[in-house]
């Protein structure tokens, strides 16, 4: 999940730039996107699910009028919480005024905090955590001067691995969780607006300049008195960032917490080459999770790089489609070998991760096909062992091919000549140079940095679902 938001002094066009602020993030999600314009404390929002194109053209950008700040959402649908009623951001009116809220990773103990509110007679319309953190917060409202102190005080009560951008009439405010699981930073326009983003690269695309990344813990409150940064509302607590980003989900032309993420990843390669070498003839990474491991992977191991694969660029990220026939089928609209590279090579195929093994499976029988005469897997990231609680779609221990299979086993079950896996000692290597000084490397270990959820469902969770979009 991705957040954006600006703020300035002037009236201007700033749903246009969230539009392009939230299409450099994309890749964080591609399951619904919204937008919201606060125009003198009247606020206009649209959202709806799909990919931003989707959801915006010119005329509906239009409508959202001018305003002097505007925040932005796409989201990532984790299991049961999808469909345009869970888009974001959510706008709210509590008795101090509005609030429009977006959020980006996951929250622990929203389960136990939806209980809670249930029974004191609060009632729900999504099933999206976000509204959890509405309430929790809005709560706090009442009795708090300021909205900055009453999402100070709400810190206090989430527990989780998440982001969250949040806009008043008069103010915006960015807060990172106290352990820093997910990117956020800030920067600045020429013009003097203020931008906020999950990643750098979204600063990038509207001509912003970074100035920093909000620090774990931190809330920053932008507003027309200019910044505020409120850093011990919630004590301290190990930084432990999602290294999943620098594996995955970031882009690579994107910074965190100091470090290029492309840097990050050709680090990934050059460690796996280090682990696992094997004698062949080209190095390929798969388009485009894999192409910056490779390229580590060659330039460390010696073996030439070549590109042996093209991607549809037209088509979204595979692991998004739902079921198992769909996402196996895109594999092969998506992913096309080049012959002349891999013909009668012995090819090392570099992934960032093999999660259920459906990618890499039609993928070494893709080149096999193509005249490869030996396919070596390697992964840029250890074995995916554990579900991750804090924002990406790894839900069950049963859909991991590596929970369920030895490494020989998946070797054969991909048709594979060997494979290896980054060893679990690098991965917290990648961020080498950067200030980082800790990471989440649950997924892979086991070793969460926060309590693990409890879920409490109620009868109606399953079965809520809408497809249209909405205005507000
Ligand atoms: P699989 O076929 O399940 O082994 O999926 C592996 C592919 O999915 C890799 O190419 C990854 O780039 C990609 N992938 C890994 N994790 C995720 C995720 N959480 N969301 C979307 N795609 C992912």
Known sequence: ?????????????????????????????????????????????????????????????????????????????????????????????????????????GIVNASVLKRELELQGMIFHTTNPAEVVSYVITKERISSPSIEVAVERAMNKLDGGFCLLLMSPRKIIAVRDKHGFHPLCYGRRENGQYVIASESCALDSVGATLIRELDPGEIVVFSEDGIKCIREHCGKAPEALCVFEYVYTARPDSSIAGCSVHEARARAGALLAKAHPVEADVVVGVPD??????????????????????????????????????REDKVKIKLNPIKSTVNGKRVVLVDDSIVRGTTCAKLVKLLKSAGAVEVHLRSSAPPFLNPCYYGTDIDSKDSLIACNHTIEEITQMTGADSLGYLRLEDVTKLGDGGCCKGFCTACFDGKYPTETPVIIKNKYDSKISDNDNTDE
């Open 1 to 105: 999940m991705g957040v954006f938001g600006i703020i300035g002094e002037e009236r201007t066009d700033v749903a246009s730039s969230v539009y392009y602020g939230l299409y450099a993030l994309q890749h964080r999600g591609q399951e619904s996107a919204g937008i919201v314009v606060n125009d003198d404390g009247v606020f206009t929002a649209h959202k709806g699910t799909g990919i931003v194109n989707d959801v915006f053209d010119r005329e509906r950008l239009e409508s959202l009028g001018h305003g002097n700040m505007a925040i932005g959402h796409v989201r990532y649908g984790t299991l049961g919480t999808k469909g345009v009623m869970n888009a974001e951001p959510i706008v709210i009116n509590h008795v101090k005024g509005k609030l429009a809220i977006a959020t980006a990773g």
């Open 289 to 326: 999770s894999g192409l910056d491991a490779a390229i580590g992977y060659a330039k460390e191991s010696g073996i030439p790089y070549g590109i042996g694969l093209i991607k549809n660029k037209y088509i979204g990220r595979t692991f998004i489609a739902p079921g198992q026939d769909v």
